[in-house]
């Protein structure tokens, strides 16, 4: 999903076209899926962000621009599933991090989550929590999504899906990891 324009952000490009270290956040989730065993790649983009529509090198899916849901819906009619649904703001992650989340797809959707301790300990910011049985957890931004509508809730400790970047100082933490590759 790569198709948002990033308001919270604050900064001038397009949030999918946003350096981190130098590369663009599209880039390095891209290069995620492409060492992971995904057989297929689709970047879903919209009218909302036009550059990154030009500077993509991946198949896509052109979406109406009606907002993240709305444009998520549009896109899984055109695709068979089940389909795992990548954000475009996760500077850090890595094919190994995808091929893990897949290992663990039971065959219902599922929703790839962190502890909300884990994304304060790393100093990125929390928009959205679900209550847990021991404490609160953060969607990740990566989902399975199968053909029923049973869904449940994997949890991963994994630095790698705890930084999206969806204020300055979210980027700010992803280069520092990124440069530090202590959370590696």
Not at 25 to 42: G, I, K
Not at 58 to 71: K, R, S
Not at 75 to 93: C, F, G, K, S, Y
Not at 163 to 173: L, M
């Amino acid at each position: 999903m790569c198709g948002g324009r990033g308001t919270r952000l604050e900064l001038e490009p397009e949030k999918p076209l946003v350096e981190i270290v130098g590369r663009p956040l599209v880039d390095r989730v891209a290069n995620a899926l492409e060492t992971s065993s995904v057989d297929q790649t689709y970047a879903v983009t919209s009218p909302n962000a036009p550059r990154t529509r030009e500077h993509i090198a991946l198949p896509t899916i052109d979406t109406p621009g009606d907002g993240y849901v709305a444009d998520l819906q549009y896109a899984l009619n055109r695709v068979e599933r089940p389909v795992l649904t990548v954000a475009a703001d996760l500077p850090l992650l890595s094919g190994e991090t995808v091929d893990s989340i897949l290992d663990s797809h039971e065959g219902n959707s599922m929703t790839a989550c962190v502890p909300a301790a884990l994304k304060r300990r790393l100093g990125a910011s929390i928009d959205t929590t679900i209550a847990a049985d021991a404490s609160d957890l953060v969607p990740s931004g990566l989902n399975v999504i199968a053909a029923s509508d049973r869904d449940r809730r994997v949890v991963f400790e994994k630095p790698r899906l705890a930084v999206n970047v969806n204020h300055a100082r979210d980027a700010q933490v992803a280069a520092a990891l990124l440069r530090s590759e202590v959370f590696l």
